[in-house]
């Protein structure tokens, strides 16, 4: 809304004025900024806000407040970082190295168990009504929307996984360590096997009455599709593996082009949101061949919780031994996604011709006219 108030002052008004900036006029670094003909802003210097004028939005209720400044010319310390580091909101780091990868655990279980939870009731409700009360359609955005309620979850605090295949390929890219790939990837496969029984407890008595209590993996009263992927007929196991590599490839490209810095185009809060989408497309487009599991722990998670409860261990052997390229590819997958992109955001840096050091500065620019607005 700031942006679109016109500025209307005069030439004189605009170079005899304060240091205050319009909403459209730019921040030059090379000039000193001002504010109500006070001395030139130190690096660490205190600006009253009880002064100025009261902001609309915020009231200073409580007296004096202020906020502190970095010089507008300071230079900005280069860190070396990894470029990405999954979908990381906000995440503020613990004191404790070892609490802190307990509560990224955590949130990997709890955000791969909403993704289960709202992907395979999907299913159930499609498989159990006999496509009456669903489609296939709906059973994609039921996937897609609970990867964006897993991303608000899980995303500030271990950068929302949920999927082993993404944190093998972060580790290729050594965003995170062995450690935590080991304990997330462990975290997520609880985490869909405990979402799997919660379907089940939900849909207990409609799967019955479906089945008759006879729990079977092929023919037309059987339910196991609605916990672990099956394939379709007559696609050969090379298909199928290739078709896990490529839709998992896909992912990870768009994830990584979600996480990386040096992406203008995306803001935090359109991150769950374009994650969400992007598992819709995924189904959409990838959905015949197996049912675009692309997760490792989504399927053999589910698949375990079926052998548990009765429906044998044809729930491995179904598709000749079909059960090990939903672990397998996806892998493949995320590895060659992750790398093509890598390489893909080497060229980008040299075309746009920035490193970390100016996109902090640009980012610090922003931050500065937002300030002096209030």
């Not at 996937?143 to 897993?150: D, H, S, V």
């Not at 997760?295 to 031994?321: H, I, K, M, Q």
């Amino acid at each position: 809304m700031l942006n679109a108030i016109p500025d209307r002052r005069s030439i004189s008004e605009i170079a005899d004025g304060p240091g205050f900036l319009t909403p459209n006029e730019p921040v030059d670094e090379s000039s000193d900024i001002e504010f109500n003909g006070q001395s030139k802003i130190s690096r660490h210097e205190s600006i009253s806000l009880g002064e100025r004028r009261k902001s609309s939005v915020y009231s200073n209720r409580s007296g004096e407040s202020s906020i502190e400044l970095p010089q507008p010319n300071a230079t900005v310390e280069s860190v070396e970082r990894p470029i990405f580091e999954g979908i990381r909101l906000d995440a503020v780091p613990s004191q404790s190295p070892w609490v802190r990868l307990c509560a990224e655990c955590i949130a990997e279980l709890f955000g791969t168990a909403i993704l289960v939870l709202f992907g395979c009731s999907g299913i159930a409700q499609y498989t159990l009504s006999r496509g009456v009360l669903a489609s296939f359609l709906s059973v994609n955005f039921a996937f897609g929307f609970g990867a964006l309620i897993a991303v608000y979850v899980a995303g500030p605090v271990s950068g929302a996984h949920i999927n082993p295949a993404v944190s093998i390929a972060m580790l290729s890219l050594r965003s995170i360590t062995p450690l935590q790939c080991f304990t997330y990837i462990i975290s997520q496969f609880l985490g869909a096997f405990i979402a799997a029984g919660l379907v089940f407890g939900t849909y207990y008595d409609a799967i019955n009455r479906f089945d008759g209590g006879v729990r079977q993996v092929q023919g037309e009263q059987a339910t196991a599709g609605i916990f672990g992927t099956l394939p379709a007929q007559h696609v050969s196991q090379v298909s199928l593996f290739f078709d896990q590599v490529l839709s998992t490839a896909l992912l990870l490209v768009a994830i990584c082009a979600l996480s990386n810095k040096r992406n203008k185009l995306v803001a935090n809060a359109q991150i769950p949101l374009a994650v969400g989408f992007i598992i819709v497309a995924i189904g959409v487009a990838f959905g015949y061949n197996c049912g675009f599991p692309i997760n490792p722990a989504r399927d053999l998670g589910p698949r375990l919780f079926t052998l548990c409860v009765g429906y044998g261990r044809e729930v491995f052997s179904v598709g000749n031994y079909y059960f090990w390229i939903p672990c397998v590819g996806p892998v493949f997958g995320a590895l060659l996604g992750a790398w093509v992109y890598h390489g893909y955001s080497k060229l980008m840096k040299v075309h746009i011709g920035e490193d970390d050091r100016e996109i902090a500065r640009a980012r610090y620019q922003v931050d500065v006219q937002n300030v002096t607005r209030m």
